[in-house]
C-alpha cells in the first residue's frame, strides 16, 4: 500500500515570497491532515478537511495561509506571503473517514531566508 | 493544549527495555491514548493506541492505569534504531491529535 506523498520535500524561498506544497494521501482515506512542526516542537494542527469539505481550520493563520482539496483527493497548502517564522516541516497526515491511526508523509521542509 | 506531560528526554541500553511514561490526567472516558515515534527528518510513525485495556503488538505494549490517567509505552528489546522522538497523544472529538513535546529516547550501545 502506498503511503502519504508529499512534494517538494525542501524549499527555500525569501520572506514576502508565495510557496506551496502539496500532498496525496493514501487511496480511500476520506480525511486529510495538514500539520506545522516548528524545529524542536511537536506537531501542530493546523487544517482537517472531510472528503473537500474543512472540519477545522481554528489554528490555520488565515491572513497568509490557505489550503484546499478540491476533488477529495489531494491538497494543496499554500502561504502567500511567507514569514521567517514559517521556516518549519510542513506534514500532510491521513486516515479513515474521521477515525482511526493517522498515517503520516514524509513532510516538507520549509525554509524562509 | 497537548493534554499530555511527557518526560522529556531518556536513556536506555540497547537490548533492554524502554519504559516510556505519559500523563494524561484530564482525559475524557472515550478518548482514546495513541503512541507516535518520529525519527530524525521523518513523519511520525504510528506505533500502538488503546482506550482502557493494555494492548501488545509487534512493536511495542501499552500499559494503562486503571483510571486512564497515565500509560507507559514499553519497547521490549530496545535497539539503536528505536533512538527517536516518541509522543504521546490523546484523540479528542472529530479525530483531532495534540501533539506535546514528545520524549528524546536515546539508546546506547
Known amino acids: 500500500e502506498a503511503g502519504v506523498a508529499q512534494s517538494p520535500r525542501y524549499k527555500i524561498i525569501e520572506k514576502r515570497q508565495s510557496v506551496a506544497f502539496w500532498c496525496n494521501p493514501i487511496?480511500?482515506?476520506?480525511?486529510l491532515y495538514w500539520y506545522q512542526q516548528i524545529l524542536g516542537q511537536g506537531p501542530k494542527l493546523l487544517i482537517q478537511f472531510q472528503n473537500n469539505g474543512v472540519v477545522d481550520d481554528s489554528q490555520l493563520p488565515k491572513d497568509r495561509f490557505s489550503a484546499e482539496r478540491l476533488k477529495g483527493v489531494d491538497s494543496t497548502l499554500k502561504i502567500q506571503p511567507a514569514k521567517l517564522e514559517d521556516s518549519a516541516v510542513y506534514l500532510c497526515?491521513?486516515?479513515?473517514?474521521?477515525?482511526?491511526?493517522?498515517?503520516f508523509g514524509p513532510g516538507t521542509r520549509l525554509t524562509v531566508l | 493544549d497537548a493534554k499530555t506531560t511527557q518526560p522529556p528526554s531518556m536513556d536506555c541500553a540497547e537490548g533492554r527495555a524502554a519504559n516510556l511514561p505519559c500523563n494524561h490526567s484530564?482525559?475524557?472516558?472515550?478518548?482514546?491514548v495513541y503512541w507516535y515515534r518520529q525519527i530524525h527528518s521523518q513523519g511520525p510513525q504510528y506505533i500502538i493506541h488503546g482506550l482502557k485495556n493494555n494492548e501488545t503488538n509487534e512493536m511495542a505494549s501499552l500499559i494503562i492505569t486503571e483510571d486512564r490517567k497515565s500509560s507507559t509505552l514499553i519497547l521490549p528489546h530496545a535497539t539503536l534504531r528505536d533512538t527517536a522522538v516518541y509522543y504521546c497523544?490523546?484523540?479528542?472529538?472529530?479525530?483531532?491529535?495534540?501533539f506535546g513535546t514528545g520524549t528524546s529516547l536515546t539508546v546506547i550501545p
Open positions: 487511496s480511500g482515506h476520506a480525511t
Open positions: 497523544i490523546v484523540r479528542v472529538v472529530g479525530n483531532q491529535f495534540y
Open positions: 484530564t482525559i475524557s472516558g472515550n478518548e482514546y
Open positions: 497526515a491521513s486516515s479513515l473517514e474521521g477515525q482511526g491511526s493517522q498515517y
